[in-house]
């Protein structure tokens, strides 16, 4: 079956600092894959989106790359800071095309 | 914001009572979802539509039914609520596009089952 595995279910570092998130998958080839950042109490938002046939992809501090040989993608916040804090979820389409599978995500602690 | 509504925003209900989550959207997205979201497993996939009584079931379909009648409104019942389907349920909403689009969710509804 379809799995998404984010490697770690917390991450924490400095202010300053890089934070690399990292999604794999198993048993299919995705057309797409998506992060999406979600606060405690409120739903999932959307932050990047990124095609096969792109390697990477960047929007101001953020940056996903995409390696459909190693079925991983890799998301980062450069130049971290507090309000970075929350929980970073990673989404592919399913083989039918018709909906999102999510994650488990990985919660990501800024500290000042 | 995308205009999406879930309610109520928390029920709490007594098991083996029927239960009704409704999703309201204003964008005529094609796609609508139902997730629940609970810790250590994340958002997993109940029902989904892709349209006017178009609907298919996700991972954790069990005891759970869905209705869609109308483009804007996208209905989750518990037919006997369990105390295992405490959690929190998502509504997302997308438009159909094979290069991929974002979904929007609501805000979700906290139910608990006791």
């Known amino acids: 079956s379809q799995k998404i595995e984010q490697n770690s279910e917390a991450l924490n570092i400095q202010e300053g600092k890089t934070a690399t998130l990292t999604c794999n998958y198993t048993?299919?080839?995705?057309?797409?894959l998506q992060w999406y950042r979600q606060d405690p109490g409120r739903g999932p938002v959307f932050l990047l989106l990124?095609?096969?046939?792109?390697k990477e992809k960047r929007k101001e501090r953020l940056k996903v790359t995409f390696d459909t040989t190693l079925k991983q993608s890799l998301f980062h916040i450069t130049a971290s800071q507090p309000a970075d804090s929350a929980t970073y979820l990673c989404?592919?389409?399913?083989?039918?095309?018709?909906?999102?599978?999510f994650g488990k995500g990985t919660t990501l602690s800024v500290s000042s | 914001d995308a205009g999406i509504t879930q309610s109520p925003r928390h029920k709490v209900t007594e098991t083996g009572t029927p239960v009704t989550l409704r999703c309201h959207q204003t964008?005529?997205?094609?796609?609508m979802y139902w997730y629940r979201q609970d810790p250590g497993h994340g958002l997993r996939l109940i029902h989904y539509?892709?349209?006017?009584?178009?609907?298919d079931k996700g991972e954790v379909s069990d005891g759970y039914s869905v209705s869609r009648s109308k483009t804007e409104d996208f209905l989750l019942t518990l037919e006997s609520a369990t105390s295992s389907q405490t959690s929190v349920y998502f509504c997302?909403?997308?438009?159909?596009?094979?290069?991929?689009?974002?979904?929007?969710f609501g805000q979700g509804t906290r139910l608990t089952v006791v």
């Open positions: 990124i095609r096969e046939n792109e």
């Open positions: 964008e005529n997205h094609r796609y």
């Open positions: 997302a909403i997308s438009e159909e596009d094979s290069q991929g689009t974002e979904a929007f």
């Open positions: 539509s892709y349209g006017v009584k178009d609907t």
């Open positions: 048993n299919y080839s995705p057309a797409y």
């Open positions: 989404a592919l389409i399913n083989q039918a095309g018709t909906a999102l599978i």
